[in-house]
């Protein structure tokens, strides 16, 4: 690639005259600092809660979970008790003639229905027990935020998950587990 003749003096001219040119100018005046802020604004105390680490370590949910486990074991039994009565009326029907085979099979296809409309059934119903239970326990939960944000002097509490970046001092989470506990201790609401 060739230079112009024009272009050439100024190339090996500009670097110098350009530090030249910032050696000789006068100093520019000091950036004007922001005007303090208007004393109409509040300065609003914030604090931050991690909603699932105070709904995994609230008593009242871990006192939940273990019923729901019980319940669920209760009818895992209740389940397996069908399927054996299944198991078994297939296992009789080789030794069974042509007629009583058909009315076993017939009874097989009613047990079948049975257990799946039990399944479902279970399903639905443990399914609602438990978002009964975690709508009541978020409440729970909420209370005390709200009544920690009114007694502290809060003027906004955030969910962690809405907040990209915090100082640790802002986390209230432990303080909102230690009083939804100590309430579920002294047998508070919790279920």
Same mark, same amino acid.
């Given at each position: 690639?060739?230079?112009?003749?024009?272009?050439?003096?100024?190339?090996?001219?500009?670097?110098?005259?350009?530090?030249?040119?910032?050696?000789?100018?006068?100093?520019?005046?000091?950036?004007?600092?922001?005007?303090?802020?208007?004393?109409?604004?509040?300065?609003?105390?914030?604090?931050?809660?991690?909603?699932?680490?105070?709904?995994?370590?609230? /008593?009242?949910? #871990? *006192?939940?979970?273990?019923?729901? =486990?019980? @319940? %669920?074991?209760?009818? &895992?039994?209740? !389940? $397996?008790?069908?399927?054996?009565?299944?198991?078994?009326?297939?296992?009789?029907?080789?030794?069974?003639?042509?007629?009583?085979?058909? /009315?076993?099979? #017939? *009874?097989?296809?009613?047990?079948? =229905?049975? @257990? %799946?409309?039990?399944? &479902?059934?279970? !399903? $639905?119903?443990?399914?609602?027990?438990?978002?009964?239970?975690?709508?009541?326990?978020?409440?729970?939960?909420?209370?005390?935020?709200?009544?920690?944000?009114?007694?502290?002097?809060?003027?906004?509490?955030?969910?962690?998950?809405?907040?990209?970046?915090?100082?640790?001092?802002?986390?209230?989470?432990?303080?909102?587990?230690?009083?939804?506990?100590?309430?579920?201790?002294?047998?508070?609401?919790?279920?």
């Amino acid at each position: 690639m060739k230079i112009s003749a024009f272009l050439l003096p100024a190339l090996l001219v500009s670097p110098v005259c350009l530090a030249q040119a910032a050696e000789t100018a006068a100093p520019r005046p000091a950036l004007e600092e922001a005007p303090p802020r208007a004393s109409a604004q509040p300065q609003g105390k914030i604090g931050i809660v991690s909603v699932d680490r105070v709904f995994k370590e609230y /008593k009242a949910t #871990q *006192a939940k979970e273990a019923e729901f =486990q019980k @319940l %669920a074991i209760s009818k &895992q039994a209740d !389940r $397996e008790k069908m399927v054996t009565e299944i198991r078994n009326l297939r296992d009789e029907l080789a030794l069974l003639n042509e007629d009583s085979r058909n /009315k076993q099979k #017939q *009874a097989i296809d009613q047990k079948l =229905q049975a @257990l %799946a409309a039990f399944d &479902q059934q279970v !399903r $639905e119903s443990l399914r609602d027990q438990r978002e009964e239970a975690i709508s009541g326990l978020l409440k729970e939960i909420e209370q005390v935020v709200t009544s920690m944000a009114k007694d502290k002097g809060f003027d906004l509490i955030l969910s962690d998950r809405a907040v990209l970046y915090r100082v640790d001092a802002l986390d209230l989470t432990d303080q909102v587990i230690s009083v939804l506990n100590q309430k579920a201790g002294k047998g508070g609401k919790s279920g």
